[in-house]
């Protein structure tokens, strides 16, 4: 439950759990509804933007209501003709161990039930078509290219590593500790990797390892990052504005970027994108990655965190870096 607006950054206070009866079934005036279990929820950094009182660009909580966001869900009973009892879907649902969906607009069939089911929320939800829209349809890598990505060992990161590998691209991430550069460079493939914390001056960092400039950025964290990456970047280089976490708890005094002459000089294409718009190319996007990890040739980090209790704890981490990997939270297994 949202107990009250955040200000700035979250904390585990700003939410509460709460017990209530209800019954497990379709309540009578709710037809085209669902009515699903819970199985896991996916901890999202926009979860923070949607728990302030003024959002610029969503809507915000409802004070004394369950937050929401993505999830993997079993439906128990069905008044839409789509779904079935018995069916396991992903998409919105709220922050609970059972949920009445009155409108399933944003719910997805579980297609592949050989694969972990805890993938929809991450490689094979929202966060993959983030890597694959973002990746394939902003920054258009041809071989050979240069590519950077910030918050390179999470949810989406992770995948920008390996869909550039696949694409033959030279790829480098940034992240927050010597774990994490770890697994970049030895479990998920990436060329380079380094410790942003540990870096005094970002625009050196990055010209040690991309000498003659960065071709694509996919940007998750936007700032001083951000500002250093427009100085290295090579004549008609792409930047795909995902995120910018290093701003969201202040996106009204955020560290701007002062030097845009450069994306005229080095006629770069810089573009932000909203993964929701994209949701017609997820037929495209499951034919491309099921494959992909049925033959072992990308592979996905998750941190799983166990009972809706632990839901707050994980979201507070993800603005410091606590989650390795996409964050779950496992409310049931079946
Ligand atoms: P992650 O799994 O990457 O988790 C967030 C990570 O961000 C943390 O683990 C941390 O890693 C890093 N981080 C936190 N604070 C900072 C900071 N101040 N500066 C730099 N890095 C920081 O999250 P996601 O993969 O789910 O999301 C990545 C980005 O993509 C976010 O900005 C998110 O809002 C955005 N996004 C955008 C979408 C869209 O439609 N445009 C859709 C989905 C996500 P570390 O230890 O490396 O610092």
């Known amino acids: 439950i949202l107990s009250n607006y955040v200000e700035t950054s979250v904390k585990e206070s700003d939410m509460s759990l709460r017990t209530s009866k209800i019954q497990l079934k ?48 079993k439906v128990l009973d069905s008044s839409h003709p789509n779904f079935k009892t018995g069916e396991l879907v992903w998409g919105f649902t709220d922050w609970e161990e059972y949920s009445l969906i009155k409108d399933p607009n944003i719910l997805f069939k579980v297609h592949d039930k050989d694969l972990p089911l805890s993938y929809y929320t991450g490689i094979l939800g929202m966060p993959g078509m983030t890597a694959y829209v973002g990746f394939f ?25 390996q869909f550039a590998k696949t694409a033959g691209c030279y790829v480098v991430g940034s992240a927050g500790s010597k774990e994490k550069v770890g697994l970049l460079k030895n479990k998920l493939g990436f060329d380079e990797a380094f410790n942003y914390k540990e870096e005094q001056d970002y625009d050196a960092a990055l010209k040690r390892y991309f000498p003659d400039g960065i071709d694509i950025y996919f940007d998750n964290v936007g700032g001083k990052m951000l500002e250093a990456v427009l100085n290295n970047m090579r004549l008609h280089g792409r930047v795909a504005l995902c995120g910018m976490i290093s701003q969201y ?66 979201l507070v981490g993800l603005f410091s870096g606590v989650n390795v990997g996409k964050q779950v939270v496992v409310v049931a297994r079946e």
């Open 137 to 161: 349809e902003f920054c258009s890598p041809k071989k050979g290219e240069t590519v950077y990505v910030s918050a390179a060992s999470g949810a989406v990161g992770q995948l920008i590593g």
């Open 26 to 73: 379709i309540p009578s005036g709710c037809d085209g509804a669902v009515f699903v279990k819970n199985l896991y929820l996916s901890i999202d950094p926009y979860i923070l933007g949607r728990m302030k009182k003024r959002v610029p660009y969503l809507s915000s909580y409802t004070l004394d209501s369950p937050i929401s966001g993505y999830g993997v869900s």
């Open 249 to 314: 708890n202040s996106l009204e005094q955020s560290e701007g970027v002062h030097n845009l002459f450069n994306v005229i000089i080095k006629r770069v294409r810089m573009e932000g994108f909203f993964t929701i718009d994209h949701y017609h190319l997820y037929p495209k996007f499951l034919e491309m990655v099921v494959p992909l990890i049925n033959e072992e040739k990308i592979t996905y980090v998750e941190d799983i965190a166990e009972g809706i209790e632990s839901a707050p704890g994980a």
